[in-house]
């Protein structure tokens, strides 16, 4: 049971806008910031939003980040066949000497 | 880009130990810190802890204390993940990744750790 609860599913058709969200509590996502990773099919995971709503170099602005309170989304708009992978949310718990949790990742399919 | 390189698979018995192996580029490596990652086949991802290449601090998670020992050596700029009797549940993909502003920002390729009789 993770710590972060993400659907274990979502989808959408080319062109649309999907979100995922990601609920928390608030020693995580209520006291920190919240990061999202993208796992592409047989590779390593990928930075795709941090700090809530901030994108590294690189990544599309068809990826956005949101927070409030002690809930997180990731929207993905103008969606593509190669955005099909898991999405995974994450941030820093306060309690038990602080330590990193993940939610338990949510399976994007473009259909 | 900052590209980390791992160790390559590893099959161990139970009872066993592992030690993986994360190599950084040097010029950025005393500067940040490296976490470790695992998953499980088919499952998520479970953070295993961290260490500041800076000066060794580590933090791991309490599911893992008294198995599993986080190390660097600032002169290969390389980290270490070692982890102590091995059980059939701890095999997984392991990945490093340096920590910077508060993320995961780049991950090594996985190292998978295949333990079984």
């Known amino acids: 049971q993770s710590v972060l609860t993400q659907p274990p599913s979502a989808s959408g058709t080319p062109g649309q806008r999907v979100t995922i969200s990601c609920s928390g509590s608030?020693?995580?996502?209520?006291?920190?910031?919240v990061n999202w990773y993208q796992q592409l099919p047989g590779t390593a995971p990928k930075l795709l939003i941090y700090?809530?709503?901030q994108r590294p170099s690189g990544v599309p602005d068809r990826f956005s980040g949101s927070k409030s309170g002690t809930s997180a989304s990731l929207a993905i708009s103008g969606l593509q066949s190669e955005d099909e992978a898991d999405f995974y949310c994450?941030?820093?718990?306060?309690?038990?000497?602080?330590?990193?949790?993940f939610g338990g990742g949510t399976k994007l399919t473009v259909l | 880009q900052v590209r980390l390189v791992q160790s390559g698979a590893e099959v161990k018995k139970p009872g066993a130990s592992v030690k993986v192996a994360c190599k950084a580029p040097?010029?950025?490596?005393?500067?940040?810190?490296i976490t470790w990652v695992r998953q499980a086949p088919g499952q998520g991802l479970e953070w295993m802890g961290w260490?500041?290449?800076?000066?060794?601090?580590?933090n791991y998670a309490q599911n893992l204390r008294g198995r599993v020992t986080m190390t660097t050596d600032t002169s290969t700029t390389t980290a270490y993940m070692e982890l102590r009797s091995l059980r059939s549940d701890d095999t997984a993909v392991y990945y490093c990744?340096?920590?910077?502003?508060?993320?995961?920002?780049?991950w090594g390729q996985g190292t998978l750790v295949t333990v079984s009789a």
């Open positions: 990744a340096r920590v910077a502003s508060d993320a995961f920002d780049f």
């Open positions: 040097s010029h950025t490596f005393s500067s940040y810190g």
């Open positions: 260490i500041s290449a800076n000066n060794a601090n580590t």
């Open positions: 608030y020693s995580n996502i209520g006291s920190n910031s």
């Open positions: 700090s809530d709503n």
């Open positions: 994450a941030s820093w718990d306060d309690s038990l000497n602080g330590h990193w949790v």
